[in-house]
């Protein structure tokens, strides 16, 4: 099992950023990608962007292409999602996510194909 805790959530206006960290702990080696989820109330969970563990392979919703910036550090078992130019659409809980996939089922960015999840940050954007 991996567990996953995420942290860097805060309420910005318009236009600025903010950077959420994800850190795994547990056995991570069941696990071959990351990947951020947000989600508003009574909405399904909107894949935003993944990571593969080994390539490090990157994915994005068209929604954030060019805002957002995935990235890990696989020896400290962590994530990061760098969030520029922030919108108030924006506004959300962000959870990170892990799974073990190959990586054309890790670009759907599917939340029903991610086993590992942590509680979610808020995310408010103004």
């Known amino acids: 099992h991996v567990q996953l805790v995420e942290s860097g959530g805060g309420s910005v206006q318009a236009g600025e950023s903010l950077r959420l960290s994800c850190v795994a702990s547990?056995?991570?080696?069941?696990?071959?990608?990351g990947a951020w989820f947000r989600q508003t109330p009574g909405k399904a969970r909107e894949g935003v962007a993944a990571?593969?563990?080994?390539?490090?392979?990157?994915f994005y919703a068209d929604s954030v292409k060019g805002r957002y910036t995935i990235s890990k550090d696989t020896a400290e078992n962590t994530l990061h999602l760098q969030m520029n130019s922030l919108k108030p659409d924006d506004t959300a809980v962000y959870y990170c996510?892990?799974?073990?996939?190959?990586?054309?089922?890790?670009?759907?960015?599917?939340?029903?194909?991610?086993?590992?999840w942590g509680q979610g940050t808020q995310v408010t954007v103004s």
């Open positions: 996510a892990a799974a073990f996939l190959l990586p054309n089922v890790v670009a759907r960015l599917d939340a029903a194909t991610f086993l590992y």
């Open positions: 990571i593969t563990k080994a390539t490090s392979l990157t």
């Open positions: 547990g056995y991570t080696d069941s696990a071959s990608c």
